[in-house]
């Protein structure tokens, strides 16, 4: 998960009570997730006495208009689930050695890049872009995948979904990579990168195509992820406050996905709230780029309120530890931010047991999105694994890769 899915309608559920009056249910959300929101709203409200809510909303206009996070696109493709739902991805292809700048050659040194594709997969309430930092240091130098998951970014809203009513599940999303990955990628060498869900979808992929797995990964990268047992996260809530939330939130979410076009509006109408909660389950570190924030909002934002309710029953039935096993004969790179609320870093440590030949590493003063709160040291890491693979034969220091362009 890219967030908690009590932070993602703190905001949804309380307005709908203002809104609705009656609706019980939508009152009884607003009362118990709430609990989620409490830091957060402190320092919102401190903010209010001091800036005037036109003001915020003029830096909001103002950062979507100046930052170039998100701004990377590549050749756009189509790919088909198997109950017809679109998946769009995009490619950027590796570039001839003499087209890349010296600063590149001198980062990878490489005249002939391997015949490797990196597939990047997002977290819950994300899309592509989400990578946007890791994506401009590898363009042009490898292969490189990235796709949007159903009913996220630019990909078509679960067909299942939609017309049967059939709730997500981690496989299907596996099954859904396997439908990009034959029509980006139908040969070669792969490494699989995910993020949060993107990383469950990899493990998805494993346990029901092993064969995929052994014939043609070759490196798999899992960040800020987890195996199993998300039921017993409490998000950094006390127990009381996350006993309430895991009580109403799956009904909740239902009754709030049911009344999608009245959630949207209250988003909209308590974004300053909803602005500094994201901040606190995606960030742990207190100099991140406004801009970096508030693209992170945008992102989360555009993911529609009954997309946000059909995704959640998937995470506290995913447990995918059985599959880890497919990756043991192979370069595996297990990334996560120590202070993250979301997917805690136990989770990752106990990825890395499970296999013991993987690269743990931890990052300190680091949340959820860790590969845009300290994207050097996630593209370093990545660049480390792909030399691994022999996509890139050495690799030194990657500064200066994680521009917004390149």
Not at 21 to 44: C, D, E, L, Q, Y
Not at 93 to 103: G, K, W
Not at 128 to 136: E, G, K, L, V, Y
Not at 281 to 308: G, H, K, N, W
């Amino acid at each position: 998960m890219s967030e908690s899915s009590a932070e993602v309608v703190v905001s949804a559920a309380s307005v709908a009570a203002a809104s609705a009056g009656n609706w019980r249910k939508a009152g009884v959300a607003g009362a118990a997730i709430g609990v989620v929101a409490a830091g957060a709203a402190a320092g919102v409200a401190i903010e209010r006495l001091t800036v005037g809510r036109g003001m915020r909303k003029k830096a909001r206009l103002a950062l979507d208009s100046a930052g170039p996070y998100g701004s990377l696109r590549g050749t756009p493709g189509k790919a088909y689930a198997d109950d017809g739902t679109e998946l769009y991805y995009e490619v950027d292809e590796a570039e001839p050695e003499a087209s890349l700048a010296p600063r590149r050659r001198r980062l990878f040194g490489r005249k002939a890049p391997a015949p490797v594709t990196v597939v990047f997969s997002h977290g819950y309430c994300l899309n592509q872009d989400s990578w946007h930092f890791q994506r401009a240091a590898l363009r042009g130098v490898v292969r490189t995948v990235h796709w949007d998951q159903r009913s996220h970014g630019r990909s078509g809203r679960g067909v299942a979904q939609l017309e049967d009513r059939t709730p997500v599940t981690i496989d299907q999303l596996g099954r859904d990579l396997l439908a990009v990955i034959e029509a980006a990628v139908p040969e070669g060498p792969i490494v699989l990168v995910g993020h949060s869900m993107g990383g469950m979808t990899v493990m998805a992929l494993a346990d029901h195509f092993p064969e995929l797995i052994r014939d043609r990964v070759v490196a798999v990268a899992l960040v800020g992820t987890s195996s199993g047992r998300l039921g017993e996260v409490n998000f950094g809530l006390p127990v009381a406050g996350v006993n309430a939330v895991r009580r109403v939130l799956p009904g909740v979410l239902k009754a709030l996905g049911q009344q999608a076009a009245l959630v949207e509006r209250g988003r909209r109408a308590t974004a300053d709230l909803f602005a500094g909660v994201i901040k606190r389950y995606s960030f742990a570190s207190r100099d991140v780029d406004p801009a970096v924030e508030r693209f992170a909002e945008r992102m989360i934002e555009s993911t529609p309120i009954d997309v946000v309710a059909e995704f959640y029953p998937a995470f506290t039935e995913h447990d995918k530890t059985a599959a880890l096993a497919r990756f043991t004969e192979m370069p595996v790179l297990v990334l996560a931010g120590v202070r993250d609320l979301v997917t805690p870093s136990e989770h990752s440590e106990a990825i890395a047991d499970a296999l013991p030949g993987a690269e743990l590493v931890l990052v300190p003063d680091a949340g959820h999105l860790v590969m845009l709160e300290h994207p050097m040291v996630v593209t370093d890491r990545l660049a480390d694994l792909l030399a691994r693979t022999g996509a890139i034969p050495t690799t030194a220091t990657v500064g200066g890769c994680d521009s917004a362009s390149s």
